[in-house]
């Protein structure tokens, strides 16, 4: 899979995902009311509100990315009926043939993690048939519980052609309460690094390997030496845009070949309608606004590749 | 809710929750024909079997026990299908008036960690009515994420008197990869279950935090060493039976009231009727072979706990 999303981020040009994380209130006014008034203010007029609103950004951005990043936990808090429109907005991205990067940060012990695996990336057994659950094509993986809550998920990587991100060193303010805390000389997320790069020597497809990494693009130095660390492995940049990170902090998540490093924004591009600089689009074209701010982010990134360079 | 947790323990005297983590493989052959004859070998027809043998196992057993911990994985394989018998599993052990721990082992950064916080034990706003997604009573939480990951879920058992246990030291094989780790010469797990202690000073309900750890059966020692360090928290402890923690292993993982641990088993009583010891039920009778080995289980730690006095 990891082969398939460097050949389309080579043919868009674009080491981008758009985060399809959806709050209520980035969703414009009318369609929420056109939801509620089918389904009442309910789990499920949330539900079809969250998938109308997904719908509408996928058709407007879908030709210009290669990956999308939902979080299954802004449909998860809408129970049954919000993982109803995680499952469809999966199946829908793959009608459009992108890329879907499940960001479920599972993880656990041994046979639970296997089922975790199968359910996201793989297939369970029921009688004489194989049936697939929620058929995410890369999903993340939180590696507290050590190598055997990840063991499981390789399995999965290698009999499907599928992958996974590690969390390393996440984008948020106290990643580093323990992530940084030092072992050995190293702060522990190096320590987690070492391990992804040797699992991803397992998982190789191509130049890169299946077993990527989550590296926030809020700590760009941190980056920079992950990089170094785990060469073959893909880095899952979130914490673009709304969180703080620009494109130039970027440039030392890639590699010389200007892959590596998939970049996500979310707020940024889903709820583009909402800033100033995109104010023109107004909340009735708030889909077209999420194009025009894809198009300025990979603007921002191809530049301060090039300047790079 | 810690309170009414430890009420039931104190009423059922049975330190005990039982892990309600269904594998296909553990379902009796007759039970899982007439799932699959009305559903099909589907994940609808697998869902459909897990609930029926959950059913059966819950009237079984629910007066002699305080709790129960479904564990979601094992239900999330089976997608939206499992997901509805784990929502109708967590809703009928409500009726039987369990207190129920979602194990969910959730943890991402703050507004995320926040949906997942209200959606498995707090409430929703979607327009002017508030609706409660899946509405455990406690869930368990990584901690990788640094504290901006676990503040959102203290917020909501603040607010809905609901709790939560972080894993501090799991009770896989692996665990110690990066939990163990030396960090000023302390493993990470007591780094960990110091902020456990903290925050749990933040969320009191009596004698006891609502905000309690997971710390493995199979680690006696470092039960030992946290219970000290969170005197006034709960210790959620799996690993009891099938992973090969005896009750011998865990009377330092109570307090000297008695209180402060609850121990898991699933596999040693969901499966019972697998076992040599209980063989003579059959399969048919396997929720009576389930009460049998939760009654062993209760007469087990009880004896061990009056022979530490």
């Known amino acids: 899979?990891?082969?398939?999303?460097?050949?389309?981020?080579?043919?868009?040009?674009?080491?981008?995902?758009?985060?399809?994380?959806?709050?209520?209130?980035?969703?414009?006014?009318?369609?929420?009311?056109?939801?509620?008034?089918?389904?009442?203010?309910?789990?499920?007029?949330?539900?079809?509100?969250?998938?109308?609103?997904?719908?509408?950004?996928?058709?407007?951005?879908?030709?210009?990315?290669?990956?999308?990043?939902?979080?299954?936990?802004?449909?998860?808090q809408f129970g049954i009926p919000g993982l109803i429109a995680f499952k469809k907005t999966v199946d829908y991205?793959?009608?459009?043939?992108?890329?879907?990067?499940?960001?479920?940060?599972?993880?656990?012990?041994?046979?639970?993690?296997?089922?975790?695996?199968?359910?996201?990336?793989?297939?369970?057994?029921?009688?004489?048939?194989?049936?697939?659950?929620?058929?995410?094509?890369?999903?993340?993986?939180?590696?507290?519980?050590?190598?055997?809550?990840?063991?499981?998920?390789?399995?999965?990587?290698?009999?499907?052609?599928?992958?996974?991100?590690?969390?390393?060193?996440?984008?948020?303010?106290?990643?580093g309460d323990f992530q940084d805390r030092i072992i050995d000389g190293r702060p522990l997320y190096e320590w987690v690094g070492e391990k992804v790069a040797e699992w991803g020597g397992t998982c190789m497809e191509g130049d890169y390997s299946n077993v990527g990494a989550v590296v926030g693009a809020t700590y760009p130095k941190q980056g920079e030496v992950l990089r170094r660390l785990m060469p073959k492995c893909f880095i899952l940049v979130p914490g673009y845009g709304a969180q703080g990170g620009k494109g130039a902090d970027l440039v030392h998540f890639f590699n010389e070949d200007g892959l590596g490093a998939v970049v996500n924004s979310s707020r940024g591009i889903i709820a583009a309608y909402k800033q100033e600089k995109y104010g023109k689009y107004g909340s009735e074209n708030f889909a077209e606004a999420s194009r025009a701010a894809t198009l300025d982010m990979i603007t921002d990134i191809e530049s301060a590749l090039m300047a790079a360079k």
């Open 1 to 76: 899979m990891i082969q398939k999303l460097a050949d389309k981020i080579k043919k868009t040009n674009a080491p981008i995902c758009v985060g399809l994380d959806p709050m209520l209130d980035y969703i414009p006014e009318e369609l929420l009311k056109r939801a509620y008034k089918e389904y009442g203010e309910t789990l499920e007029g949330a539900a079809e509100a969250v998938w109308q609103y997904n719908k509408a950004i996928v058709d407007a951005v879908y030709d210009l990315i290669p990956s999308v990043k939902p979080q299954i936990a802004m449909y998860e």
């Open 93 to 175: 991205c793959h009608e459009k043939d992108l890329v879907v990067i499940g960001d479920i940060k599972r993880g656990d012990i041994g046979s639970t993690s296997g089922a975790y695996a199968a359910g996201h990336l793989g297939k369970v057994q029921v009688g004489n048939h194989t049936c697939a659950a929620f058929d995410e094509d890369f999903c993340t993986v939180n590696p507290y519980l050590g190598i055997d809550g990840v063991k499981p998920f390789l399995d999965v990587c290698k009999e499907e052609k599928k992958g996974i991100f590690v969390l390393v060193k996440t984008s948020n303010p106290s990643s």
